[in-house]
């Protein structure tokens, strides 16, 4: 099993460009999770997909984000216009939902460091 | 909402000594507690969870942890550290639909 694969590991941007993160999750998982981690604020869920469903945005924190999940084995995380201060690392995690997010077992990808200049 | 709080930011300890992190939560209803561990330039990964019978739960890598209703805690813990346990811990807790993670705690170890 390859785990929860992101790509890409390390990407450095200008401010104002367009920045997709993916994730690949685990196959058989249909609950999948974003993730971002400074130091200033720790981990923050972002989002989270059940069987490509988007079931809570709330921490998305502008419209400058989305997310897509347009199939079980993949999904993005944009950022249009992105801006120095999402400089984070964003992880994707996936679970396979036995009883629900409060007790389902994330498994975390590598994550994706991101700075914006 | 549920809340977590791990009140120390930093822990440092010898090898070979013995590690308690503490976890504290905030939750109206019987949580599903967690430890994970994150190690450089990783993702998290799941040391243990809590979710009925015994108190004393034991996870990967020799650590284990205690949940005290009467204190709402959740605090890990390891009778002897090895190097190798350098890394961020993080208690998350699990209710009402959700799971919050807590803002970790780094342990660094001596040799």
């Known amino acids: 099993d390859a785990g929860v694969i992101q790509s890409p590991r390390h990407e450095v941007t200008e401010m104002g460009q367009e920045v997709t993160l993916r994730c690949k999750p685990i196959?058989?998982?249909?609950?999948l999770f974003w993730y971002r981690q400074t130091m200033m604020r720790g981990l923050e869920l972002l989002i989270y997909?059940?069987?490509?469903?988007?079931?809570?945005d709330s921490g998305m924190p502008e419209d400058r984000f989305s997310a897509k999940m347009p199939n079980a084995s993949f999904s993005t995380l944009k950022i249009q216009p992105s801006e120095p201060r999402d400089s984070a690392v964003y992880f994707c995690a996936s679970s396979h939902p036995q009883r629900g997010i409060s007790t389902d077992t994330q498994y975390f990808g590598p994550g994706t460091r991101l700075t914006v200049l | 909402a549920q809340s977590v709080t791990q009140p120390d930011i930093h822990i440092t300890v010898s090898e070979g000594a013995s590690l308690e992190l503490r976890c504290n939560y905030s939750?109206?209803?019987?949580?599903?507690l967690f430890w994970y561990v994150q190690s450089p330039g990783q993702g998290l990964q799941l040391l243990l969870k809590?979710?009925?019978?015994?108190?004393l739960v034991q996870g990967i890598k020799g650590f284990e942890a205690e949940f005290k209703r009467s204190q709402s805690s959740f605090n890990l813990r390891k009778p002897s550290v090895h190097w190798s346990d350098a890394a961020e811990y993080f208690c998350?807790?699990?209710?009402?639909?959700?799971?919050?993670f807590g803002a970790g705690t780094r342990l660094t170890v001596k040799p």
């Open positions: 998350a807790v699990g209710g009402n639909n959700d799971m919050r």
């Open positions: 997909f059940n069987n490509n469903v988007p079931i809570d």
């Open positions: 196959s058989g998982h249909n609950s």
């Open positions: 939750y109206g209803a019987t949580p599903y």
């Open positions: 809590y979710f009925s019978g015994d108190t």
